[in-house]
């Protein structure tokens, strides 16, 4: 494994067919486990504002690590998100909404691409797409440069490619869902990777039997439950906040 294949593995999870034109979880198998890449694309006319004010965007609204910049090597820039750990496309399909609406509200759906799932994921970059035009990941700084030719007519630097991923660092699960929170984007717990089971969790027991105990005790057990789902944790904090709570 060149270096890379290394950081598109380390990112995307592509594993050993990093680098070779492979989509992150492409297939069946890939759907199941999740994912850990999500793309946002957008097309021409759109083009460097645009992009920058979302990995603007993400980095001092949502405190969340900068996502890889690329060239689509067709019509597009595009921003790859990495994660950790892997989550359902309906998570990813949410969060991708909410940047949306957020920071690019008026731009048309035609101009606005949102992948989340194994079916839909371009190839990861560097990729020749047609003759002397290929993918790559770019710069924050060149992404303005590439608004009206969203490619390269040659091929990049293998190793210049893998010195500008080295820098990033996928979300960690717990800043995805603050993020999902903040978006407005959380919808029946499923902010990570697909939890079948409908059983009540330690949380929901917790909270049966402690209905009657003392409030105060009850809301920071809740706050400080690593188990308990953020935007629930945030809530109990909300109400200990001076002010919010009645006798």
């Not at 595009?78 to 609406?101: C, V, Y």
């Not at 371009?122 to 993918?135: F, L």
């Not at 939890?195 to 400080?224: H, I, K, W, Y």
Request: aromatic share 6%; with cysteine; hydrophobic share 45%.
């Amino acid at each position: 494994m060149n270096l890379l294949q290394f950081e598109l593995d380390r990112l995307y999870g592509l594993g050993a067919s990093a680098a070779d034109g492979a989509a992150p979880g492409a297939g069946d198998e890939g759907r199941q486990r999740g994912v850990r890449a999500l793309v946002l694309e957008l097309a021409l006319p759109a083009g460097g504002r645009q992009i920058s004010s979302v990995w603007q965007g993400v980095q001092s609204d949502l405190g969340l690590p900068a996502p890889a910049i690329a060239v689509s090597g067709v019509d597009g820039l595009q921003l790859w998100f990495s994660l950790a750990s892997p989550i359902s496309p309906r998570a990813g399909e949410r969060f991708l909404q909410g940047l949306r609406a957020r920071y690019l509200s008026d731009l048309g759906s035609a101009h606005v691409h949102l992948m989340a799932d194994t079916a839909e994921f371009p190839a990861a970059p560097p990729v020749e797409i047609s003759p002397d035009r290929w993918s790559a990941f770019v710069a924050p700084d060149l992404a303005s440069v590439f608004s009206d030719t969203p490619w390269l007519d040659f091929p990049p630097n293998g190793e210049g490619q893998a010195t500008l991923l080295r820098a990033l660092e996928p979300m960690q699960q717990g800043a995805f869902e603050a993020a999902l929170s903040q978006l407005g984007a959380i919808e029946g717990g499923e902010s990570g990777a697909p939890a079948a089971s409908t059983a009540p969790g330690p949380t929901e027991v917790r909270a049966c039997e402690q209905t009657d105990a003392d409030p105060v005790r009850f809301l920071r057990g809740v706050m400080n439950d690593e188990t308990a789902p953020l935007a629930l944790r945030i809530e109990a904090a909300k109400a200990l906040l001076p002010g919010a709570r009645r006798s």
